[in-house]
């Protein structure tokens, strides 16, 4: 994706902070809180979204209260460092439900940083066991449990554009 802080004026930065805190606003409710009538707003939204800045709007769940208590950031490294092998890993890991964030990482020992969330620590030993030691060139794996939630937002720092 291009650049497009030199694109983007106030109305559009000012559409992409309030569809970041609250994607359900209607196109008339956005187009009120910008200050644009409602036609000028949409078009600047479809161009977004058409420029590729705007990916989707989806609903946040909360994981407390749909029982999936337990968030695990975990380091894995593989054996190999092959275009083959991570196509291999990132597969795998893609079709888990439970593996929320997947990067391939540098500067640690790791090769990539998981998040998982799962309801217990039960249920991470059997995900830890029968899902993620058995992909194929995993050779390290290091879990840290998530205490506290410090910041938690999807939300992008506009103030740099």
């Known amino acids: 994706m291009a650049h497009y802080d030199s694109i983007l004026d106030k109305f559009d930065k000012h559409i992409l902070a309030l569809l970041q805190k609250d994607a359900s606003l209607s196109n008339l409710e956005l187009a009120e809180r910008v200050g644009l009538s409602p036609s000028p707003c949409l078009r600047r939204v479809q161009k977004l979204e058409a420029m590729g800045v705007i990916t989707g709007r989806r609903a946040l769940l909360s994981p407390k209260a749909l029982g999936l208590g337990l968030t695990v950031m975990i380091q894995i490294s593989v054996d190999r460092h092959t275009p083959e092998r991570f196509e291999q890993f990132e597969a795998a890991v893609s079709s888990y439900d439970e593996v929320q964030q997947c990067y391939l990482i540098t500067g640690q020992s790791a090769d990539y940083l998981l998040k998982v969330v ?44």
Request: proline content about 5%.
């Open 118 to 161: 799962v309801p217990d620590m039960d249920r991470y030993q059997d995900f830890l066991l029968n899902k993620l030691t058995r992909i194929e060139g995993v050779s390290g794996v290091h879990s840290s449990f998530v205490m506290r939630r410090v910041v938690d937002t999807t939300a992008l720092p506009l103030h740099y554009l």
